[in-house]
């Protein structure tokens, strides 16, 4: 598979930085990691890929104690080459508790943009101890499903870019089949690793990332039979999760008290002796 380096240009990363100072200072936050989602953490990315920017902050102690809680998302108007937007810290960790693969994804997005050093690594040394794995089976089958609803369902002509967004949670599936228990990469190239493609498709799916990198907008083309045949293989392989796990119980005890004690360290709360 041929490598596609994950760089961002040194301008569109100042803009991304201002940005998120800015951000900070009209919401009264505190980043504690930022990092980008989307094709270019992914690893196949086109030239005219935008930038998507997610971050996860903390409030001042105080804003936790009002009668009215504030809004746990922050975000700014989206244009078509930088989307940013935000959770708060408390969100973050009552869906990591339920192994929401979103955050997860967030947690080893190769591309970090500001990092306070601690947060990341917490949120994935908690999730070891959640049902991350079962979560993210439902989370990634469904997706799969819902892409290939919207784009290869029918036709002989299809956008060719679409197959990556059907492959990615796909491949992901496979990874956690031949992985179990193993942290999901986020890049492509991470993910491949773990996945052991046939030689055919591992490069057809090659040239069709190679193609992408090198073309401003990816149109339609015939479809490609080969990945056809694969995704349709890999959903018998998968099945279907009947229960979504991100609604189910509340963390046990012992878990909800780690997850306390994060919340209260992002924040700069001193905890309760005894």
Not at 152 to 158: D, H, I, N, R
Not at 177 to 182: C, F, L, S
Not at 187 to 194: K, Q
């Given at each position: 598979m041929?490598?596609?380096?994950?760089?961002?240009?040194?301008?569109m990363a100042a803009r991304i930085a201002a940005e998120l100072e800015a951000l900070e200072q009209a919401h009264g936050i505190r980043i504690l990691f930022a990092i980008e989602s989307g094709s270019r953490a992914w690893g196949f990315p086109s030239p005219d890929s935008d930038f998507d920017v997610r971050f996860i902050y903390a409030r001042p102690v105080a804003d936790y104690l009002r009668l009215e809680p504030l809004r746990d998302v922050v975000e700014r108007p989206v244009d078509?080459?930088?989307?940013?937007?935000?959770?708060?810290?408390?969100?973050a960790l009552k869906l990591l508790a339920r192994?929401?693969?979103?955050?997860?994804?967030?947690?080893?997005?190769?591309?970090v943009y500001r990092c306070d050093g601690i947060t990341r690594p917490n949120l994935v040394r908690l999730s070891e101890q959640t049902a991350w794995g079962r979560a993210a089976a439902y989370h990634y089958r469904h997706l799969a499903e819902r892409q290939v609803e919207k784009h290869?369902?029918?036709?002989?002509?299809?956008k060719l870019k679409t197959y990556f967004y059907v492959?990615?949670?796909l491949l992901n599936l496979r990874f956690l089949?031949?992985?179990?228990?193993?942290p999901l990469?986020?890049?492509?190239?991470?993910?491949?690793?773990?996945?052991?493609?046939?030689d055919a498709i591992a490069n057809e799916l090659d040239a069709l990332r190679r193609l992408k990198a090198e073309t401003v907008e990816l149109g339609n083309g015939p479809r490609r039979p080969s990945l056809d045949g694969f995704i349709a293989a890999e959903f018998s392989l998968s099945a279907p999760q009947p229960i979504n796990p991100q609604t189910g119980d509340a963390p046990a005890a012992d878990m909800a008290a780690l997850l306390d004690a994060?919340?209260?360290?992002?924040?700069g709360f001193s905890a309760p002796a005894g």
């Open positions: 041929t490598p596609i380096a994950p760089a961002i240009p040194a301008d078509p080459v930088l989307d940013i937007n935000g959770w708060d810290i408390a969100k192994g929401n693969p979103t955050l997860l994804e967030w947690a080893v997005s190769p591309l290869l369902a029918s036709g002989e002509q299809v492959l990615r949670p089949r031949r992985n179990p228990g193993q990469p986020m890049h492509l190239d991470g993910l491949l690793a773990g996945c052991a493609l046939p994060e919340f209260w360290r992002a924040i």
